[in-house]
């Protein structure tokens, strides 16, 4: 139906930089809001950065200006650029869309399988 896909995670060592992707394809008739949730070891999930179809965005507090989150509507693919990174960023890092599928009229929410970014010495 619809799938995400999330890449450019990895190992990076404090004050490094990474960027992740996301890309979305299926039968996807129009995407509105995309966004970014992470989640530690023994925490809950929360919320990283979140962009909608016109291109507003929100972010979460811990990130101080260290995150920037982007989209490119015409490839359905959303981007979050992680600079200054700090060991508790470690975690799973999801990404979320709200979509409209083909021959549908609400929206749905998809998640993607979600890519590892370690912050280590």
């Known amino acids: 139906q619809v799938q995400l896909v999330e890449s450019g995670g990895g190992l990076v060592q404090p004050g490094g930089s990474l960027r992740l992707s996301c890309a979305a394809s299926g039968s996807i008739f129009r995407i509105n809001a995309m966004a970014w949730y992470r989640q530690a070891p023994g925490k809950q999930r929360e919320l990283v950065a979140v962009i909608t179809s016109g291109g507003s965005t929100n972010y979460a507090d811990f990130e101080k200006g260290r995150f920037t989150i982007s989209r490119d509507n015409a490839k359905n693919t959303v981007y979050l650029q992680m600079n200054s990174l700090k060991p508790e960023d470690t975690a799973v890092y999801y990404c979320?869309?709200?979509?409209?599928?083909?021959?549908?009229?609400?929206?749905?929410?998809?998640w993607g399988q979600g890519t590892q970014v370690t912050v280590s010495s």
């Open positions: 979320n869309a709200d979509v409209v599928v083909r021959g549908f009229i609400s929206d749905f929410a998809f």
